[in-house]
């Protein structure tokens, strides 16, 4: 799943469903949660995760720059990337050398 790739240090690219509350979206200590509407699907990377009080976040990074968010990245309630509005997910891995 999600947290197994990102746990062995791979990001993870995902599509989501976005609404107001995400174009708004301020950092801070609000967490991303799954859109009451819907704009549309917008992509996104997944860095990590954390469990705060039994729960699971996830730490990603938008493509709007650093005028979004906490400078262009976010935390995520696990259920939102895991909704059925979610989909498409790409592990990335570099090889070669």
């Known amino acids: 799943g999600v ?3 990102i746990s062995q240090g791979f990001p993870v690219i995902c599509g989501v ?6 174009e ?6 609000k967490l991303l ?5 819907s704009f549309g699907g917008h992509m996104l990377c997944l860095l ?3 469990t705060v009080a039994g729960r699971r976040q996830v730490r990603g990074v938008n493509s709007w720059g650093n ?3 906490d400078r ?13 509005g979610a989909g498409d997910f790409y592990v990335l891995v570099v090889t070669g050398g």
């Open 72 to 84: 262009g990245f976010f935390w995520a309630d696990e259920a939102w990337v895991t909704d059925v």
């Open 33 to 37: 949660t799954a859109p009451k509407g």
């Open 3 to 5: 947290g197994q790739a």
């Open 17 to 22: 469903e976005v609404d107001q509350a995400f």
């Open 24 to 29: 708004d979206y301020a950092g801070g200590a």
């Open 48 to 50: 990590g995760y954390r």
């Open 67 to 69: 005028g979004w968010g």
